[in-house]
C-alpha cells in the first residue's frame, strides 16, 4: 500500500486558518494608515479643502497674514504641563510647528536653540509644536539640541489644522497683545528671525505719542 511523501517544506496551515492569519496582518497594518487618512480627511472637510493639509509647500518664505488674533491653542508640553496660547499675552510669540524626521528641522534647530537664549531675555517666548512626530523621538531631538524652550506634540492634528499648516517647518508671530503678525514657511535664517523679532519687540515697547 502507497504511503503518502512527507512534504519537505513541512506541514502546511490549513487554507481558512492561512486566510484567516493574512488578514490580521493586513488589518494591523491598516489600521494606522485609515486612521492617518480619516484624520486629514476630516481636516480638509472641515476647513473646506483649503486649510489642514499636509504635503509640500510650493511657497517659501514670509507670506501675508490677515491681522488678527491669534487662534487660542491647548497644548500638552513634554514635561506635563498644559500651556495655552493666551497664557503667553504681553509676550512676542514665536509658534513653531516642526517634527524631528524632517531634514529642514533638524537643520535650524541649534540656531533656534541659541536665538531663544538670546530673545527669551527680551520678552520673547517660543513655542514648538511637534507635529506627525512620536514622543521618544522628540524628547531626543529636543535632548541633543539642548532646546529650552517649550515643545509638545500635536497629537490629534487639531492645532495644526486651525493654523493652516500645509507642511513643515511653518513659523507663526504673534504680538505680546495677542495678534497674528507674520507667517513663514520653510526654514528661516538668524538674520530673518532677529530682524521680525526686533520689529515686533520694538512695537510691544512703543508707547502713543502725545496728539
Same mark, same amino acid.
Given at each position: 500500500? $502507497?504511503?503518502?511523501?512527507?512534504?519537505?517544506?513541512?506541514?502546511?496551515?490549513?487554507?481558512?486558518?492561512?486566510?484567516?492569519?493574512?488578514?490580521?496582518?493586513?488589518?494591523?497594518?491598516?489600521?494606522?494608515?485609515?486612521?492617518?487618512?480619516? /484624520?486629514?480627511?476630516?481636516?480638509?472637510?472641515?476647513?473646506?479643502?483649503?486649510?489642514?493639509?499636509?504635503?509640500? %509647500?510650493?511657497?517659501?518664505?514670509?507670506?501675508?497674514?490677515?491681522? $488678527?488674533?491669534?487662534?487660542?491653542?491647548?497644548?500638552?508640553?513634554?514635561?506635563?504641563?498644559?500651556?495655552?496660547?493666551?497664557?503667553?499675552?504681553?509676550?512676542?510669540?514665536?509658534? @513653531?510647528?516642526?517634527?524631528?524626521?524632517? %531634514?529642514?528641522?533638524?537643520?535650524?534647530?541649534?540656531?533656534?536653540?541659541?536665538?531663544?537664549?538670546?530673545?527669551?531675555?527680551?520678552?520673547?517666548?517660543?513655542?514648538?509644536?511637534?507635529?506627525?512626530?512620536?514622543?521618544?523621538?522628540?524628547?531626543?531631538?529636543? $535632548? /541633543? %539640541?539642548?532646546?529650552?524652550?517649550? %515643545?509638545?506634540?500635536?497629537?490629534?492634528?487639531?492645532?495644526?489644522?486651525?493654523?493652516?499648516?500645509?507642511?513643515?517647518?511653518?513659523?507663526?508671530?504673534?504680538?505680546?497683545?495677542?495678534? /497674528?503678525?507674520?507667517?513663514?514657511?520653510?526654514?528661516?535664517?538668524?538674520?530673518?528671525?532677529?530682524?521680525?523679532? @526686533?520689529?515686533?519687540? /520694538?512695537?510691544?515697547?512703543?508707547?502713543?505719542?502725545?496728539?
Amino acid at each position: 500500500m $502507497a504511503q503518502a511523501t512527507p512534504d519537505p517544506a513541512g506541514p502546511h496551515l490549513p487554507r481558512t486558518r492561512a486566510i484567516s492569519q493574512r488578514t490580521k496582518v493586513l488589518i494591523a497594518a491598516g489600521v494606522p494608515i485609515l486612521l492617518v487618512a480619516a /484624520l486629514l480627511i476630516w481636516g480638509t472637510t472641515r476647513t473646506g479643502g483649503k486649510q489642514g493639509r499636509p504635503g509640500v %509647500n510650493d511657497v517659501f518664505g514670509e507670506v501675508s497674514v490677515i491681522a $488678527a488674533p491669534a487662534k487660542d491653542f491647548q497644548l500638552q508640553t513634554l514635561d506635563g504641563r498644559t500651556l495655552r496660547l493666551s497664557d503667553l499675552r504681553g509676550k512676542v510669540v514665536m509658534v @513653531d510647528f516642526w517634527a524631528s524626521w524632517w %531634514n529642514p528641522c533638524r537643520v535650524e534647530s541649534p540656531m533656534l536653540a541659541e536665538a531663544y537664549d538670546y530673545w527669551r531675555e527680551r520678552g520673547v517666548e517660543f513655542v514648538g509644536i511637534s507635529i506627525w512626530d512620536q514622543r521618544p523621538a522628540v524628547e531626543e531631538f529636543i $535632548a /541633543l %539640541n539642548r532646546i529650552r524652550y517649550t %515643545n509638545g506634540i500635536d497629537t490629534t492634528g487639531q492645532i495644526a489644522i486651525d493654523y493652516g499648516v500645509k507642511g513643515i517647518p511653518e513659523k507663526f508671530f504673534v504680538t505680546a497683545s495677542g495678534q /497674528l503678525a507674520k507667517k513663514v514657511i520653510g526654514p528661516i535664517t538668524r538674520t530673518r528671525l532677529d530682524a521680525i523679532l @526686533d520689529a515686533l519687540t /520694538l512695537r510691544a515697547l512703543a508707547t502713543p505719542r502725545p496728539g
